[in-house]
């Protein structure tokens, strides 16, 4: 099991913005590829971002490009999630996750946090 805490989900009005923090061990910070992931009411876990942490190559959803930015703090062993401009649409559980390598698709990922709620009003 690969513990994952995330922290930072709140309530924001829409334009707003708010970090999400996941904080991993050495381990897997070093060896896997992180990112995050989204669940709205009635609909399917989606990709958000995500991020190797040898190379730092990044995948961002099309519908958050250039408002969220994922991000890794070498010395915290800790995965950010910036979201800038947020729309009442973002309004989600976003989860953490660890895997080997990089997928979208989250039938493919092995280890998940908790999850941390975002909701975004208008």
Known sequence: QVPLVESG???????????????????????????????APGKEREGVANIYSSGGSTYYADSVKGRFAISLDDAKNTLYLQMNSLKPEDTAMYYCAANSLCYTNPDRIRYWGQGTQVTVSS
């Open 9 to 39: 989900g709140g309530s924001v009005q829409a334009g707003g913005s708010l970090r999400l923090s996941c904080v991993v061990s050495w381990y897997t910070y070093r060896r896997y590829c992180m990112g995050w992931f989204r669940q």
